[in-house]
């Protein structure tokens, strides 16, 4: 028997989004299992995070893997998520093992002005 190879679509809430992550998991979870279960998905699993939620996908080959990902109904369930921008990671392995998700506050940008700097001892 082959090992099954393991696939992660990390889904993050947004900041400012009318569903959470949670929301679209209830909301697209039938469709994307019923998908699975008719394409050859050997495993799945939903986690979900202080961040959002994580589904976790096993297939016997990356052909598969690919071939559901590319189904019209997988393809509109990922392009529902709170945020399609910034909100959705899709990768080999298993997620969401890196603890809490927190953004990233805006960077000043570095200027020669923000600093007075010493006079100069002669």
């Known amino acids: 028997m082959n090992a099954a190879d393991w696939w992660s ?15 679209w ?13 008719t394409n050859g998905a050997t495993q799945w699993e939903w986690y979900t995070h202080s961040w959002g939620v994580v589904l976790e996908v096993a297939f016997l080959t990356e052909e598969s ?23 959705l990671l899709v990768h080999r ?6 603890g809490s998700y927190v953004p990233r506050g805006p960077r000043i940008a570095p200027t020669a ?8 001892s002669m």
């Open 9 to 23: 679509i990390e889904v993050m809430d947004a900041e400012r989004a009318e569903i959470s992550a949670a929301a």
């Open 25 to 37: 998991r209830d909301a697209h979870t039938q469709a994307l299992a019923e998908s699975l279960v």
């Open 65 to 87: 893997w690919l071939w559901w990902r590319s189904l019209p109904g997988t393809r509109a369930a990922l392009d529902a998520v709170p945020d399609p921008l910034a909100g």
């Open 93 to 98: 392995g298993h997620g969401g093992a890196s």
């Open 113 to 120: 002005d923000r600093v007075e700097l010493p006079e100069p």
